[in-house]
RNA sequence: CGGGGCGUAGCGCAGCCUGGUAGCGCACCUGGUUCGGGACCAGGGAGUCGGAGGUUCAAAUCCUCUCGCCCCGACCA
């Protein structure tokens, strides 16, 4: 491409609207364009990213033996009234009518449409394993979009679904999926972490998430410095010591007035005792929104003073689908205290207690009284609750599974695998014949890919300050021709590097535009193609070019090349790192 | 939805408190000098001040409503 003819609209500002890195060079480097909140035009070299990463995915999935389909982003209502979820997606779900008003809705994920497919086509054992992906734009109305393209309302996603006749059968699928996807990220350059996750809405027994490490990322994971266990955050556990009294002798319980000191911070300091003697004691309303049956009920979480609770484990321990943190009002109702003054002692109603909280002796706790705190809590003489694995797992905690320790990190969800089970096989329906003649529900699995949110992912990973330094794999261009000054013998030397290039499938971008050579240096170093190749007079007059990665951080540091020997350099070095 | 903030030229912002002429930088156009890391000089074009209503002789500025956008939380590829 010629840059003199491209769309490549580069700004020197920074969007007032862009919050990180990823969004601020896509936007600054012309790859994209705000049209809404979460909503995106993909400039052509924005676009070119994304086919990229989507061919990547496509050759890895087709290798994998799974075959492409494509389902309607446009869908009937009753798929979703099938099972359950057109009520249970809430505000997430991008609700229309037609001109009769009939319901429909954009899909924000599809597995009642691949269920119907099944459930249609696929009717003996003999027809599995299968597995069905589609690459396309998915629909979600966010509570909050965000980080540009991390996370859009418009999305292009890979959605794949496989079917099996049994769990084992199920489980051979998802590994076989958790290896393409290995392949998949590691073609695309990215470093990740591949975790133990929540299901979620989705639902299914058993599921993993594939992190791209980034600080800036949303999610929280915990790995392992020893062994390979891995987990997203809100659900990683660790190792607990047995309860074993330590011998310290029980004190009496006091009363302390602890006026405005309502946070473990300011009673720690206040009261000069280590936090870890603390009892936090939160109230979180336990239930479901959408559970017609709605049970909802106030709980008290009670974990050690240095630690936090973990909401998703909390709602297992109770058996619920989720909890909340009860409001001021609600607190006040329950313990008859301001916030800040919750404590077990006396507390009317359930109790879930973590491990680590329930072996603290001689304890402080809120007292259920504004301004005051029990100080010398033992639990057993005072109260009492269900002891349970409810906190968040932290930095340098012990490993669940070795005696090594767990690190935390930042990533962002790059991709999601799931057992399914029979959910929405059963729900809807989709059986199979076994060769004895019974009829099964097929069991089933789900993996998704963000493609357009890896666009930005890659750059959360892969930038500097002067701008993008893409993967080979899925740049736009591999290679950045930067022309300086008009004269013929420079020009003709770009001529043919440009040709010759082509001519070998090497993605070239020309910059040969009439701008000073710093303007055109800047921009390259913001568009961030992996090499650029300077051709300027005066290392022509020698015969030579200079090539530079754009990972060198050195401005100024080149490799001088011969003419002659550019291009069949060049693309060596592009293949080689395909 | 809870909390915070912002809408003024294509982009980034000032002006608003204390009402009276819409301004700066970048980008753009013209001419000239420049030309290896975002040049300089001179001239020029470009704005329903997010929208509606109100107060006032007079509103970008004060008041009310409304729409949009961003950040922090709960949700997710």
């Known amino acids: 491409m010629l840059y003199s003819r491209a769309l490549i609209p580069t700004v020197k500002e920074a969007p007032a609207d862009a919050a990180n890195v990823s969004h601020t060079l896509l936007v600054r480097g012309g790859y994209i364009r705000k049209v809404g909140a979460g909503m995106y035009d993909f400039l052509p070299l924005g676009l070119r990213v994304l086919r990229k990463i989507e061919n990547i995915v496509r050759e890895e999935m087709d290798r994998s033996g799974a075959q492409e389909i494509l389902m309607p982003a446009l869908l009937p209502a009753e798929f979703f009234k099938e099972t359950g979820r057109w009520d249970l997606y809430g505000e997430t779900l991008f609700r229309l009518k037609d001109r009769k008003g009939g319901e429909f809705h954009l899909g924000p994920t599809h ?62 699928s998802f590994e076989k999926m958790r290896q393409t996807y290995c392949r998949i990220f590691d073609r695309l350059g990215l470093t990740y972490r591949i975790v133990d996750a929540d299901p979620g809405a989705i639902g299914g027994s058993k599921s993993a998430e594939f992190q791209i490490l980034a600080d800036s990322g949303e999610d929280a994971i ?30 009496d319980r006091g009363k302390v007035h602890t006026p405005k000191v309502g946070s473990i911070e300011d009673v720690s300091a206040f009261l000069k005792k280590p936090k870890e003697k603390f009892l936090k004691s939160l109230v979180y309303v336990a239930g479901t929104a959408n559970d017609p049956e709605d049970k909802r009920g106030i709980v008290l979480a009670v974990v050690r003073g240095d630690h936090d609770v973990n909401e998703i484990r909390l709602a297992r321990a109770l058996g619920v689908s989720e909890v909340f943190l009860a409001n001021d009002t609600d607190v006040q109702k329950a313990t008859g205290a301001a916030v800040g003054f919750a404590g077990p002692v006396g507390f009317e109603g359930k109790i879930v207690v973590d491990r680590a909280a329930a072996a603290v002796k001689n304890a402080v706790t809120g007292a259920n009284e504004t301004d005051y705190h029990f100080t010398g809590v033992n639990r057993g003489r005072d109260w009492d609750g269900e002891i349970a694995d409810i906190r968040l797992a932290t930095d340098g ?51 998704g890919i963000g493609i357009s949110r890896l666009v930005a992912t ?87 070019v200079e090539l530079k990665p754009r990972t060198e951080p050195d401005p100024k540091k080149a490799e001088l090349v011969p003419v002659a020997d550019i291009a069949r350099v060049l693309v060596e070095r592009v293949r080689a790192a395909l």
């Open 458 to 544: 890659a750059i959360e990973q892969h930038h500097d300050a002067d701008g993008i330094r893409w993967p080979v794999s899925i740049a736009p261009y591999h290679v950045h021709i930067v022309t300086v000054g008009k004269d013929e013998p420079v020009l003709a030397t770009a001529k043919k590097l440009y040709d010759d290039l082509r001519a070998s499938n090497i993605d070239v971008l020309w910059d040969d535009r009439d701008e000073r050579p710093g303007v055109k240096f800047k921009d390259a170093d913001l568009l961030g193609m992996p090499f650029r190749v300077t051709i300027g007079a005066k290392a022509l007059a020698n015969g030579n």
């Open 111 to 172: 597995e009642e449409i691949v269920t119907d497919i099944a459930r249609r086509e696929i009717r003996s054992f003999r027809d599995m394993p299968m597995n069905l992906y589609q690459i396309q734009t998915k629909f979600r109305d966010e509570p909050r979009p965000r980080g540009g393209l991390l996370r859009c309302r418009e999305f292009l996603m890979k959605d794949a679904y496989s079917f099996d006749t049994s769990e084992e059968a199920a489980k051979e």
């Open 397 to 447: 905690d012990p490993c669940p599974n070795c005696t090594g320790k767990l690190k935390t990190y930042r990533g962002i969800e790059g991709g999601h695998i799931f057992i399914l089970g029979t959910k929405y096989s059963a729900a809807m329906g989709a059986t199979f014949t076994d060769d004895k003649q019974e009829k099964h529900p097929i069991v089933m699995g789900c993996y």
């Open 222 to 251: 915990v790995a392992c410095d020893t062994c390979d266990y891995a987990a997203n955050i809100e659900i990683a556990t660790v190792k607990e010591p047995p309860l074993v009294d330590d011998g310290e002798a029980p004190e």
